[in-house]
């Protein structure tokens, strides 16, 4: 069974509107932790924001935030304002717990935003 | 820029060559990561190292062979590779413990024919 899931393969967005990604997830683990990455056409992905499982608030960071809503297992990323230069393919990713302290991350199949002028 | 590279950026080759993809960090961290990109695919992971030991190794194929001889360094050395290997690599670190991101390098795109 898919452990992320990403419904949304292609996204057009206008520029300056706000869009949100999809992502559910499903584990078993009380603990863990949710990841947005985002890849331009260059290749390296550059994580964007993260939510643990207990954060009490919905995490923030710039223009990004995370809509967690843990009942229904979902993490949705916002951001707001979009820009030219927000055109890339997104990826949420779920941490798991290991026995050695590393971090394994199980990534989704991405979202391609494309923002229009 | 993320603190961690990968050499080369792209590779071709041939079905019987050997050739190694290279990756460093400069971010002090201890994990270390290889993950498979292919088109309309999830990342794979493939293996990590943890304080250069090896300790997860998805069931990939024995042609890929890593190697970690520092907490800097990473090298994925391939051989007899097949046409459905190409994808684009990536390596990641990160410190161990805790919620902490993992860093990408931009990958080297690989070719086989």
């Known amino acids: 069974a898919q452990k992320i899931t990403q419904t949304q393969p292609g996204m057009f967005v206008q520029e300056k509107e706000a869009v949100t990604l999809d992502c559910t997830y499903d584990?078993?683990?009380?603990?863990?932790?949710l990841f947005w990455y985002k890849q331009p056409s260059s290749g390296e992905m550059i994580f964007l924001i993260y939510?643990?499982?207990?954060?009490?608030q919905n995490a923030t960071e710039g223009r990004y935030s995370l809509n967690f809503q843990k009942a229904r297992k979902s993490a949705n990323l916002v951001i707001s304002a979009s820009q030219l230069g927000d055109s890339a393919m997104y990826f949420c990713?779920?941490?798991?717990?290991?026995?050695?302290?590393?971090?394994?991350?199980?990534f989704g199949t991405g979202t391609r935003l494309t923002i229009i002028p | 820029e993320t603190g961690v590279t990968q050499t080369p950026r792209h590779l071709v080759m041939g079905m019987t060559n050997k050739k190694s993809l290279k990756c460093e960090q400069h971010?002090?961290?201890?994990?270390m990561y290889w993950y498979k990109q292919s088109a309309k695919k999830p990342l794979e992971l493939m293996f990590v190292?943890?304080?250069?030991?090896?300790?997860e190794n998805n069931s990939v194929p024995s042609r890929f062979s890593p190697e970690c001889p520092n907490s800097s360094h990473l090298f994925l050395h391939l051989h007899t590779l097949q046409p459905e290997d190409s994808a684009l690599y990536l390596c990641?670190?990160?410190?161990?413990?805790?919620?902490?991101?993992?860093?990408f390098g931009p990958g080297t795109r690989l070719t086989v024919l």
């Open positions: 990641a670190s990160s410190r161990t413990g805790g919620p902490n991101e993992q860093f």
């Open positions: 584990t078993s683990d009380p603990s863990y932790g």
């Open positions: 939510q643990g499982s207990y954060d009490q």
């Open positions: 990713a779920m941490r798991e717990e290991s026995n050695f302290g590393n971090e394994k991350l199980t």
């Open positions: 971010l002090g961290h201890n994990a």
């Open positions: 190292y943890s304080l250069e030991e090896r300790v």
